[in-house]
């Protein structure tokens, strides 16, 4: 089989491109026309693949989709405007009332928020440490149909007990979901790790460059649909396999509508291209930098799974090709976090992870503000917590940053 970049690369063209276009062209249309009504009809009633209009289904969007399937292994993907959007229409689709998640509570702060709003209009939450298994085992009950993990959690670096929880799922036939936006398809594919489905926010380090919003749910074909009770009849056509993403794609994205634009789909298929090359230099340099500041007399902590001194050092040094490119660090008492952020002279003070350019952001005071102090203390999360998403720049020159700025 191909390696990763050569496939991505040349994803587009296993079909034909119009005019021998390198690159799969941005189709700026709603709806689609047909010279024989049959077939209108048939792409309705889902006898024939094609397109009838772009909430659903647009031809640069399927390219991308295609594109991420190849990179995550699996069967098929639905992309979203967004990835909350993603992960936000998957659960709806999935779930009804009365229904138990078992999540992981280390979260992305905007995915904590939307399980807190799925628990109040009648879905069960348990939200535990799911970086061991047994957390996770106790939580279960007969309602339950859904775990919800990240690979390495936003900001504090933990590390979910990915495999042992995926044949833990297994082995009760529950929906394991899988979000692996921070670790991206190039470090690691849930597919291994027995995930149902994988979600990714196309907006950090798929598409890098900070210019375009997306998210994706891809099938791995690990789960058997047949087992599960809240399939619609309607969507019981094709092989089994795929069910789950049929309602997806319908209940949540044709329902819902946070469709990704065809214009963003093409900028996310563009920097799709490079993210080996990024990711490779971004772990390595978030690796120096994590050294530099672990060892630095200013710093109190540093969570990088890359460290030795990491809980999860091993599991991450296990499953992943590099251990990520986004580390937080804890200054010692007595240094002001805004005064050493606002000191820095490359790195931007701002969120958003997975950009070229590194990014730096106080995590209490801003994406975590809303969630109160004994919530973020539950999370791990101090007040001084400073987290870093590493870019592309030469390593030397954002140390050199990193150095002067505690210098003073
Ligand atoms: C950013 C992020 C999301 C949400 O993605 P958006 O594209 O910003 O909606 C979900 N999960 C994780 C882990 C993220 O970092």
């Known amino acids: 089989m191909p390696g990763f970049t050569t496939q991505i690369i040349h994803s587009d063209r296993q079909q034909p491109i119009e005019h021998g276009s390198l690159h799969k062209p941005i189709h700026a249309n709603v709806a689609f026309g047909f010279d024989d009504v049959q077939g209108l009809v048939d792409v309705f009633q889902g006898k024939q693949k094609g397109f009838a209009y772009s909430r659903q289904v647009n031809p640069t969007v399927t390219a991308l989709e295609s594109k991420i399937t190849k990179m995550e292994n ?9 990835g909350m959007a993603a992960i936000g229409s998957t659960l709806f689709a999935l779930l009804r009332k009365d229904d138990h998640v078992v999540s992981s509570s280390f979260l992305f702060g905007n995915t904590n928020s939307l399980f807190n709003t799925f628990a109040s209009i009648g879905v069960d939450m348990s939200f535990v440490d799911a970086t ?7 939580a279960l009950r007969d309602t339950t149909r859904l775990v919800f993990v990240e690979t390495i959690a936003n900001p504090r670096t933990q590390v979910s007990d990915l495999e042992r929880i ?9 929906i394991y979901v899988v979000d692996n936006t921070m670790t991206s398809p190039f470090l690691f594919q849930p597919i291994d790790s027995s995930a149902s489905l994988v979600v990714n926010s196309l907006t950090k380090y798929i598409s890098g460059h900070g210019n375009a919003l997306g998210g994706a749910v891809t099938e791995t074909g690990n789960f058997d649909w047949s087992q599960f009770p809240n ?3 309607d969507y019981k056509k094709d092989s089994s396999e795929k069910w789950g993403l049929t309602q997806i794609r319908k209940k949540g994205l044709r329902d819902f509508g946070a469709t990704l ?6 900028h996310i298929a563009l920097g799709a291209e490079t993210l080996a090359l990024r990711m490779e230099r971004q772990c390595a340099t978030a690796q120096s930098l994590a050294n530099f500041l672990h060892q630095h007399s200013c710093v109190e902590r540093v969570y990088y799974p890359g460290l030795e001194n990491h809980p999860e050092h091993e599991r991450a040094d296990k499953l992943f090709q590099r251990p990520g490119a986004l580390l937080s660090f804890e200054l010692v008492d007595g240094i002001d976090p805004f005064q050493f952020l606002n000191r820095l002279k490359l790195v931007i003070n701002s969120t958003n992870l997975g950009d ?8 209490a005071h801003t994406i975590y503000y809303e969630m109160g102090p004994e919530m973020r203390a539950t999370m791990g999360i101090a007040d001084s917590l400073i987290r870093v998403s590493v870019g592309i720049e ?6 050199e940053d990193f150095d002067v700025a505690l210098q003073s």
């Open 394 to 399: 030469d390593c030397e020159d954002l140390i």
């Open 166 to 174: 995926g044949k833990l799922c297994a082995d009760r036939s529950l």
């Open 132 to 138: 061991a298994v047994s957390n996770v085992e106790n």
């Open 74 to 82: 699996g069967v098929d993907t639905v992309c979203f405007a967004t």
């Open 261 to 266: 634009s065809p214009e963003a789909a093409f």
């Open 356 to 363: 070229n350019r590194t990014l730096a952001i106080p995590v």
């Open 231 to 233: 399939i619609h009849d």
